[in-house]
Each structure stands twice: as C-alpha cells, then as structure tokens.
C-alpha cells in the first residue's frame, strides 16, 4: 500500500542519515592521524629532501585537508535531519540579517552590495533558515563575475506558500545543469573555484525536511535566480 511505501522509503532515509552520520564521524579520528602525521612530515623535513619528496609531501598534505573538509561537510549534510530543531514561528528577515554577519568578511571583500523586500514570518528552523540564506548569498559572491556582486532577496505570497527569490549578477549556469547544482558533491567550476560543491544540497536539504522546495533560473553571463518555498501557513505575519 501507499502507506507502507511512505513507511519504509522514512526508515530507509533515517538508515541512509544515520549511516552518513557513523561513517563521516568514525572517519575523523583515522584521518586527524594522517593529517597530523603529513604535517609533521612537512614541518620537519621539507628542506631536507629532494623537490620531488617535496612535492610528494604537499599532495599528501592537500589531501589529507580535502578530505577533512569533505567529512566535515557530509556530518553538516547528515545533521539537517538529526539535529534540526522544532519549527517554531521565524522572522525571515531576521535569519536574512544572521546569513549577513555570518558574511560580513565575505561581503566586504567582494564589495558585494546584498538587498531585500520585506520578508514573512514563517514556521521553521531559525538556524536552518539562516542556513539557507547564508549558502545562497555565500554562492551568489563566490561565482562573481567581473562586477562586484549585486544580490537581491524577495518573497511573494502564492496561495498557501511564499516563494523566496535570490537574485544575482554572477557568472550563471547553463540551464541543463539546473537540477544537477543540487545534488550532493556536484562542482560545475572544479579548477576555477574552491570547496566541495555541498551548500546548494544543504540549502535544498533543509527546504525539504521544511516541506519545500527549491529550483534555479540562469543563463551564462546574465546571473542566477534561486527559488525556495516554504508554507505559509500557522503564523501571523508583522
């Protein structure tokens, strides 16, 4: 039946989070021990061997360091389900203003100008939510074009859910990679730019366990519009 498939697609979920979580945090103590060990190595006898032992040394402590931050990022992915807070009533502007001073070194050295219409109250997960801002606007900077960036947050109100918009000036992204953004340790510029490629699936993973959703509209070179919804329903607005 219906139900029984709702039940058992919930446990297999709760299973895959609960092996995410074991698997990302029974991985730190062993891989703290290599990093340890590799920059130990490099402290002592860099200037003592040869260019390539060198070299060697540098790929090992690099990867030891991208491993870490790939771990730490699957625990953060993990953690939207297991950790997450009761939802409670949230003023969006409010989590907008903490994704702002979570940025503020970010945005002052991108000269980033960030903007937004009035935003709702809603029911959620204030911290989540702040979450969400912080890693589209923290994307928005990150894939700036020439121009400093210009990002612009708005909600509207559609029957019984508002749509968030945030509206940027960035490089864009080809439309047919609009859904793959989302997925987990996708990276479309993986020379050009750091880190593992997981904000987007967090922000999106969040939405979820929020009863939302979220989606893309871009071209290359004219920018990035991501959409979220989140149910208005429960909550008396300002």
Do not use: C
């Not at 895959?16 to 060990?37: I, T």
């Not at 508002?162 to 989302?182: A, L, T």
């Amino acid at each position: 039946t219906l139900k029984q498939a709702m039940e058992e697609l919930q446990r297999s979920n709760a299973e895959l989070e609960r092996f995410a979580y074991v698997a990302s945090h029974d991985l730190q103590e062993p891989l703290r021990m290599v990093a340890s060990y590799t920059q130990l190595l490099e402290k002592r006898y860099k200037d003592r061997l040869d260019a390539d032992a060198n070299e060697f040394i540098d790929y090992a402590v690099d990867g030891a360091r991208r491993m870490q931050q790939l771990i730490n990022d699957l625990l953060a992915y993990s953690r939207v389900g297991t950790r997450g807070k009761p939802f409670e009533p949230t003023d969006m502007e409010a989590a907008f203003e903490g994704a702002l001073a979570n940025l503020q070194v970010a945005i002052k050295e991108s000269k980033a100008k960030v903007t937004h219409d009035p935003l709702p109250t809603v029911m959620g997960d204030d911290t989540q939510l702040v979450q969400v801002f912080q890693n589209l606007i923290h994307n928005a900077i990150k894939f700036r074009s020439q121009k400093p960036p210009a990002v612009h947050v708005s909600a509207e109100r559609k029957a019984d859910e508002w749509v968030f918009s945030v509206k940027d000036n960035g490089i864009g992204i080809d439309p047919q990679y609009s859904e793959r953004v989302f997925l987990i340790f996708q990276r479309l510029h993986r020379e050009a730019y750091p880190g593992t490629g997981i904000g987007l699936s967090i922000a999106n993973r969040i939405l979820q366990r929020h009863g939302g959703r979220m989606w893309l509209e871009s071209k290359p070179g004219k920018g990035s519009t991501f959409y979220f919804t989140i149910k208005a329903t429960g909550v008396r607005q300002k």
